[in-house]
């Protein structure tokens, strides 16, 4: 459904991506896992062209972009194709929550108002908003926020959802609403790449889990071959200081 390769970036001197590869199949729930700065983010945002990769492919189903020298239309049709959940939501504050999930079909994909509207409440339903439509983002709380975040990308019937942190924003009594929305569309078949350090939902919901460290994939698996049976010493070192004390594993 996806893959991509050879991704390359860089900040100034900083190279942050240093030749990635990444393959996704349809329905497959894939948990990108990492230190901070070890360039997670800045993949997610050169894949949906949010930041220019230097260098770099991406296919998505049939269709191939130079993910550096890509076409206007080319990344619209990649837009198209794909929706991103921000870390700390993006949601447009001096409009309704109804409003934030049926702008992007509007003016993004010119679906009718009416019919923007209708797969908007739906979306909102099916993450447990169907008494907020009217509500503005500052009167929701944290949980709620992401959740909306969530169903605005649900409604524009992506192929693929990019998650960048969908929880690391919220205080702790609120992650497990918005894991429990991703179970539920995971479970769905939606296609899902996930950056997260929420090592349980990465153990029950992904079926691969790639470990990324300064710019590179290290190691990738499933959940079982990553967190019980790592093979890379970066790996091990990295699991040791973010799992649970009940996991263990082969040194
Ligand atoms: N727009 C930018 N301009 C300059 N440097 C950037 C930019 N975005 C990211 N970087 C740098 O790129 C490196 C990787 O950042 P990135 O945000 O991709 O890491 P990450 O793995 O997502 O980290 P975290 O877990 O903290 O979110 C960091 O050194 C960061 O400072
Ligand atoms: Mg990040």
């Known amino acids: ?59 998505f189903n049939h ?4 993910l550096n020298t890509a076409s206007k239309k080319q ?7 794909t929706a991103f959940v921000f870390q700390n939501y ?20 010119n679906v009718p108002k009416g019919e923007a509207i209708e797969i908007g409440k739906k979306a909102l339903n099916k993450v447990g908003l169907s008494e907020k439509y009217d509500a503005y983002p500052s009167a929701l709380s944290g949980g ?33 609403e918005v894991l429990q929305v991703m179970r539920n569309i995971a479970n769905e078949g939606t296609t899902m790449l996930v950056v997260t350090h ?14 990324m460290d300064g710019g590179v994939v290290v190691e990738e698996g499933t959940p079982k071959e990553i967190f019980v049976t790592p093979k890379e010493e970066r790996t091990k070192k990295f699991l040791k200081r973010v799992l649970p004390n009940e996991y263990t594993f082969s040194i």
Not at 7 to 25: A, C, M, P, R, T
């Open 144 to 176: 709620q926020q992401q959740r909306v975040g969530i169903a605005r990308a649900i409604a524009l019937n992506p192929d693929i959802i990019l998650f960048d942190e969908p929880t690391s924003a919220l205080d702790p009594e609120l992650v497990g």
């Open 1 to 59: 459904m996806l893959a991509i390769t050879d991704i390359h970036k860089s900040f100034g001197q900083n190279e942050v991506l240093k030749g990635v590869d990444l393959k996704i199949d349809k329905g497959d729930v894939v948990v990108i896992l990492g230190p901070s700065g070890s360039g997670k983010t800045t993949l997610l945002r050169c894949i949906n062209f949010l930041e220019k990769a230097d260098h770099g492919h991406a296919t």
């Open 198 to 211: 929420e090592i349980s939902f990465a153990q029950e919901v992904a079926n691969r889990v790639v470990f």
């Open 75 to 81: 990344i619209h049709e990649v837009r198209q194709k």
């Open 63 to 66: 269709m191939e972009v130079d």
């Open 90 to 109: 993006n949601l447009f504050n001096n409009k309704t929550v109804l409003e934030n999930v049926t702008e992007g079909l509007i003016i993004g994909r």
